[in-house]
């Protein structure tokens, strides 16, 4: 592939993946989220909808984090530059407000309030706590899961849906116990 052709396809990829990769906000959406494990759930799929990875605590682990999930950050800039939204810093953080674009027209007819790509949150308005508590959870999951959380985040979507999908369950129920009440971003 030329140098020239890279960016271009490495931005088709990020908005192919726009509609389906960690987003949240649905419209309507109003009251909490089910944190219950669904009806006969196998206990590793239970587990998984609980799974919110700490922080990492040490320079260097915090080093392989992010070097872990560069290649979906690579992405989220590309996807981010792409949407002419303002870009904020939010910690470890790289939040793109107010997403104009494709990439800002796909979320906001999908009816999402927000998408994150390694440490980029691509948000169609300037996102709530509650709103950065759940994508950071997200980001914790891409460190540990690097380059192989996309296609694990999609094949999980494909089995199980947006609403039951395990790791949006997880970013969910951490973003609701640490900022309780409805979402005014939704």
Do not use: C, K, N
């Not at 990875?53 to 320079?59: C, N, Q, V």
């Not at 199980?160 to 790791?167: E, K, S, T």
């Amino acid at each position: 592939m030329s140098a020239a052709r890279a960016p271009r396809a490495a931005l088709a990829l990020a908005l192919a993946a726009a509609a389906v990769v960690t987003t949240v906000g649905r419209r309507g959406r109003r009251d909490a989220p089910s944190l219950l494990p669904l009806e006969h759930e196998p206990d590793m799929l239970a587990r998984l909808a609980r799974w919110d990875p700490s922080p990492p605590l040490t320079r260097s682990s915090r080093f392989a984090a992010r070097a872990w999930a560069a290649p979906l950050t690579v992405a989220g800039l590309l996807a981010g530059a792409s949407t002419r939204g303002r870009w904020r810093p939010h910690g470890d953080l790289v939040v793109v407000e107010s997403a104009r674009g494709a990439l800002g027209q796909i979320l906001a007819h999908r009816g999402f309030s927000a998408m994150t790509l390694g440490h980029v949150v691509v948000a169609v308005r300037p996102p709530e706590p509650r709103l950065l508590a759940h994508e950071r959870v997200h980001v914790r999951q891409a460190e540990r899961l690097g380059p192989l959380f996309g296609p694990a985040y999609l094949l999980l979507l494909l089995v199980y849906g947006y609403r039951a999908h395990p790791l949006e369950r997880a970013a969910e129920r951490s973003a609701w116990a640490q900022v309780p009440g409805p979402a005014s971003g939704d």
